[in-house]
């Protein structure tokens, strides 16, 4: 099976299980699963991209910088080499600039 639309298929799977949780109120997962299709689409979508850009300039515990990393092996499995490319330099600069980079 060709691993092209493996991962479109995944962000479609995690929207409407997202869509099906948040219409649950006693299952908190609909918005962690919204994060993780937008997650999964930046290359497609460059909004998504500047929406995380943004999120990661304020984030301080490096979280968004393990999630482009773990975004990144996912896109090798899936065989996509030039998005986890993308991934692994988004990291590396979100990386560069942390708060211990500061002189």
């Given at each position: 099976?060709?691993?092209?639309?493996i991962?479109?298929f995944?962000a479609?799977?995690?929207?409407?299980l997202?869509s099906?949780?948040?219409?649950l109120?006693?299952?908190p997962?609909?918005?962690?699963?919204?994060?993780?299709t937008?997650l999964?689409?930046i290359p497609?979508?460059?909004?998504f991209?500047?929406?995380f850009?943004?999120?990661?300039?304020?984030d301080?515990t490096g979280f968004?910088?393990r999630?482009?990393?773990?975004?990144a092996?996912?896109y090798r499995?899936?065989?996509?080499?030039?998005?986890?490319?993308l991934f692994?330099?988004m990291s590396?600069e979100?990386?560069?600039q942390?708060?211990s980079?500061?002189?």
């Amino acid at each position: 099976m060709e691993r092209k639309y493996i991962i479109p298929f995944i962000a479609c799977l995690t929207f409407l299980l997202g869509s099906v949780a948040i219409m649950l109120p006693f299952i908190p997962l609909g918005w962690f699963l919204y994060a993780v299709t937008v997650l999964l689409l930046i290359p497609y979508f460059k909004v998504f991209q500047r929406g995380f850009e943004w999120m990661s300039r304020r984030d301080k515990t490096g979280f968004t910088q393990r999630a482009l990393r773990f975004t990144a092996k996912i896109y090798r499995w899936a065989k996509d080499h030039k998005n986890a490319d993308l991934f692994e330099k988004m990291s590396d600069e979100k990386g560069s600039q942390g708060p211990s980079d500061k002189a």
